[in-house]
């Protein structure tokens, strides 16, 4: 075994783990920052296969952008303190199969397909990925990107519109 | 003449020579990790002096003179002093996140180091990321302050949490902003090409206004993502006792506290990476005998003293202005520093394309 | 008509901002002559306090061991927090006569704020103020003192 595939499954131990005490632990708090740790170890991973920018984007997003935003929100319920209530034991069993279904069909994929490992090393690099977001001709990703920024312009519009106070009719002229 | 850059080739050429395949990349590793933490404790040691005595010096007061010459040991003595204090934990904590979290706010302090380029050829990791990486990094340090105030069971921790939750997601908006103008200029986000192209002139003098605006911009937004006053309501002393940290103690207050110094330090480091070039000299026109002069000042010198003044200005912030209100304080990110950040970043395009900077 | 109000209102803030940061930045520069706090006084023997700087009480005694001490209670009624307490006792005199004198003269430095109400309140003159500034024991008892010394009487002709 070689040091790079210690490194693999350490990180793929890492990952799993905090994952499963993340859906196993009884406050809601602590299932949060093991979310959270579940998310660096995928950055990890990315830091691993040398993918700095989808690592520091997986930062950005899912460490510094969502896992704040829920713990913002657990913290803003009431009795994010306490334990919570032990899950039935269907729900349990239910839980469980889903995952192995999941875990079958995801095998399934991989065992029947046979991808292949690329021997040349990936090329990436940040201008690359911005010139071909915007590009227009083949393999350009022009339109999914401004259908995008639409969409989440859209959204922020919304949100804007939701938090404005309306103000009384008198006070606007 | 023995430089920085000479003696960590020399290094790594003798590691290379002696051992075999992973040995010298482990003990590099080993060494690196020594470096950093010796220079951790040196900056503990220097900048919490400093502010003590720059705080002193502008109430026109004397500063700690006692402990050694000019009072030089004080902070020694009070590192000694909170090493052999007893850590409380707190009954009601959660004692596992409560313990956990000094650690996670010192680990990513030390991690968001990693591309900081000290002098010439002197870096840990040339990331190809390069700043993206200083911003990725130290949006998590918002969750180790997050951890540390919910985990002590205090409402007055959980507050200071929030509120420096709040400040650090919003301040990093106008941060990234700063730093995108730069990287628009020299079409990178690697570290070392963003130095190398300011050999012919720092990007405060190449620049012009836009780029003036972008540095005032990133010294108001890096002194609130540091939870700096004017922008400390996060430990608002008058208000919260001491915000997050209230239920701290012992060494693993002295690690929040290491912390908070240790990351104004990288971001004026960044600060003066990327607008006043690094460890490049200050170069007038080309060929001067001026220029010479410069060239003779060691580049380790030129990157320690151009970071210095930086943090000397943050500290002169902190000891001048009141603090602000919630309200006040997204104000100024919101309706103030984000818009003129968006048309300032609009105006540095128009140059960088236009070809109108030096 | 926004927007010029807009930059106004920025570039008054920068200004003002600018304003702070010279004072500041100028007291920086200057703080050596202009600072105005005292270093602790090292100095003891060429140090010379003021003249109405008030330490702790004490009761003077001359060569013959006497004090000036009625035992009247003046002080202890001046108090304002109960810092004197004078216990009293009566003195055989020559003549058979029994004299009111004072037995001890207790006195707490650690609840006197040095007001100086019992020195004024005194009719014989019998304590004053000292110039002493070090009363940092390392144990609370000993900051409640006795100040008549042991043996003393008080002074001939004064009642």
Partial sequence: MTASQVIFYILSAFILGTAVLSVTTAKIFRSAIWLLFSLIGVAGLYFWLEVEFIAAVQIVVYVGGIVVLIIFSIFLTQQSGKEMLKASMLRNIASILSVLFGFALTYNLIYNNNFQAKDKPFDWTVNKIGTQMLETGENGYALPFEVVSILLLAAMVGCIVIAIKSKPEEKNG | MPSLENIANNIHQWLNNNFGAPWPMLIEFAIVGLCIIGLFAMLGLVLIMMERKVSAWMQLRLGPNRVGPVGMFQTAADTLKLIVKEGMTPAGADKFLFNLAPFIVMIIAMVIMAPLMFAKGLQMWDVNIGVLFFTAISSVSVIGILMAGWASNNKYSLLGAMRSGAQIVSYELSAGFAILAIVILTGDLKISTIVNSQADGWWIFKGHLPIWIAFVIFMIAVTAETNRAPFDLAEAESELTAGFHTEYSGMKFALFFLAEYVNIFVVCALGATLFLGGWQPLHFGTDTQFNQWMDYIPSSLWFMGKTFFLIFVIMWFRWTFPRLRIDQLLNLEWKYLLPISMINLLLVTLMAIMGWHF | ?159
């Fill in chain 3, 1 to 159: 008509m926004f927007l010029v109000n807009y930059i106004k209102d920025v570039l008054s803030g920068i200004k003002s901002l600018a304003t702070g940061m010279k004072v500041t930045g100028w007291y920086a520069l200057h703080h050596r002559k202009e600072k105005i706090t005292q270093q602790y006084p090292d100095n003891k023997d060429t140090l010379v306090l003021p003249e109405r700087f008030r330490g702790e009480v004490v009761m003077p005694h001359d060569e013959h061991n006497e004090h000036a001490c009625t035992g009247c209670t003046a002080c202890e009624l001046a108090c304002p927090n109960a810092t004197i307490k004078i216990v009293t006792k009566f003195d055989i005199q020559p003549d058979g006569k029994k004299k009111k004198a004072i037995d001890k003269f207790v006195y707490h430095l650690e609840l006197c704020t040095f007001c100086n109400l019992c020195i004024e309140a005194c009719p014989t003159d019998a304590i004053k103020m000292a110039q002493t500034f070090e009363h940092s024991v390392f144990d609370r008892t000993n900051l409640t003192k006795i100040l008549n010394k042991p043996g003393s009487k008080i002074r001939e002709g004064i009642e």
